[in-house]
């Protein structure tokens, strides 16, 4: 059963909190990651990549059994909230590692950063699956399920633009040593410790402050059997019926075309904002702050616009939005019809273009999450199932492949293009002019144009708010007998 009234106010905000988490961890690993690894150690952009790569396979099988495990867990705690609790520390100590390693060469780094990622990956998907999930089981109402939403994606974006803002506001600050802090090497380290705890705190705060739904919350049904080979079978099983619901197929593969288009934008960002565009670290900051700000306040009206329009138009418009305004800067600067570098016009184009990419976007992503909690519904209709957990699995392995497939692709790219790497390499005018070029060719039209792709699935999906109604009437009719039942 879900929460017995209007969800308040502080119980949404204490819920979204928990998502700042996953927003700093993106933040520094899409952000700076590959960056650190490649530009400033010096490790092969390919291996970099690769590395970067393993924790899509990883994930594939993590997510799943993270939201298969969670889904059937029977504690005093319920399904959810242990998970959120048992990764805070384990969370922010791996997530330290991974930006401080003690090793220098090719192979050492590699191996590095393969076990690190990956360990900080399966343990935020520990706490961030049960998270999501939590959210699906707080309401069942078609439009509050936007505003709950809503709050998780303000938060996730606001932990996503803290890291940028803590890096280069506290750390990758420039020097005589370095003018562009982000080459600094020494830097990490504390960068990284400063997010880490941060993550610890806001996940112990969201899992302590919703406690108190714990007794409204659904219940795992009567164990079958907890043997491992048991669990991966129910865990393939519930997946695969998963995947093949009509409704949720076509959201899982447009979000996951979608999500590695974001992916090779966030890898690729800093290398942009830093060469192509030669911005400062201030400028590079208030630029990627733009479409935070964007985010954010698009955000506000995600809900009340879905009331009025339906789901699936916002989810397009979004889609669309972000990659015409990833495009739009590069192609005129192809035909020399953008600012040119250093002018005064410069950032403050770029701030209101991002601020417009963000504002855009928001309305895809509040949607599509709101979708994926109808389609649990549909799922309960069709198999008498509660699976948020497998649900959500899939959509948080469909987010990380922005920065796996995404890495991949960027790193590659990087290499293939023949971009010069380590601290030396501070501006355009050392790197040759057909490199740049060939950057942002595939920063821009190459790979925001797979759009297409992404759109046409979501015109696949089929549940409309009727149909979502006449579902939700016949499951609180059959939970009504199923009650009368138990009390007799």
């Not at 705890?197 to 402050?209: D, N």
């Not at 090779?264 to 830093?274: E, F, P, R, W």
């Not at 922005?402 to 355009?428: E, K, Q």
């Amino acid at each position: 059963m879900a929460y017995p009234t209007r969800l308040p106010l502080s119980l949404k905000l204490n819920y979204g909190i928990g998502q700042t988490a996953e927003g700093l961890k993106n933040g520094a690993m899409v952000f700076f990651l590959l960056f650190y690894y490649n530009q400033v150690l010096e490790l092969s952009g390919t291996l970099a990549s690769l590395a970067l790569g393993t924790a899509v396979i990883v994930d594939a099988i993590t997510d799943v059994l993270a939201g298969n495990v969670s889904d059937n867990w029977r504690s005093r705690l319920g399904r959810r909230h242990p998970f959120m609790y048992a990764s805070a520390l384990p969370l922010a100590i791996a997530f330290f590692l991974l930006f401080f390693p003690p090793v220098s060469s090719q192979f050492g780094l590699c191996v590095w950063l393969v076990v690190f990622a990956n360990v900080v990956r399966t343990l935020m998907t520990l706490y961030h699956v049960p998270h999501v999930a939590l959210g699906a089981e707080l309401t069942d109402d078609y439009s509050e399920r936007s505003e709950v939403v809503g709050f998780r994606v303000f938060f996730a974006t606001l932990g996503g633009v803290a890291a940028q803002g803590i890096g280069f506001g506290l750390f990758f600050v420039a020097s005589e040593q370095y003018p562009r802090g982000q080459l600094n090497p020494g830097a990490y380290a504390p960068f990284a410790a400063t997010l880490a705890v941060l993550m610890a705190v806001t996940i112990v705060w969201s899992a302590w402050a919703t406690r108190g739904v714990i007794p409204y919350l659904p219940k795992a049904p009567p164990s079958s059997g907890s043997g491992l080979g048991h669990v991966l079978a129910r865990t393939f099983r519930d997946t695969t019926e998963a995947l093949g619901s009509g409704s949720f197929k076509w959201l899982f593969l447009g979000v996951l075309v979608m999500f590695v288009m974001v992916g090779v934008d966030g890898a690729l960002n800093i290398y942009m904002n830093t060469y192509f565009w030669e911005m400062t670290g201030n400028e590079i900051f208030w630029v990627g702050a733009a479409y935070t700000i964007g985010l954010l306040f698009g955000t506000f009206f995600a809900p009340a616009l879905q009331r009025r329009f339906g789901k699936r138009p916002w989810l397009l418009f979004g889609t669309v939005s972000w990659a015409g305004w990833q495009i739009v800067p590069v192609v005129l600067r192809f035909f020399d019809l953008f600012p040119e570098n250093g002018s005064d016009l410069l950032v403050p184009v770029l701030f209101a273009i991002r601020v417009i990419q963000g504002a855009s976007t928001v309305q895809g992503n509040v949607a599509y999450g709101a979708l994926v909690a109808d389609c649990i519904d549909e799922d309960e209709l069709n198999t008498g199932k509660r699976r948020e957990g497998v649900f959500f699995a899939s959509t948080s392995f469909s987010g990380k492949a922005a920065s796996g497939f995404g890495a991949i692709i960027a790193g590659i790219a990087l290499d293939v293009i023949g971009w010069p790497t380590g601290t030396t390499i501070r501006s355009a005018a050392d790197v040759p002019p057909e490199v740049l070029w060939n950057l942002g060719f595939v920063y821009g039209p190459l790979v925001a144009g797979l759009f297409v792709v992404s759109c046409w699935c979501y015109t696949r999906y089929r549940l409309t708010r009727e149909r979502h109604h006449e579902i939700l009437t016949t499951l609180r009719e059959r939970r009504a007998v199923a009650a009368a039942a138990t009390a007799t």
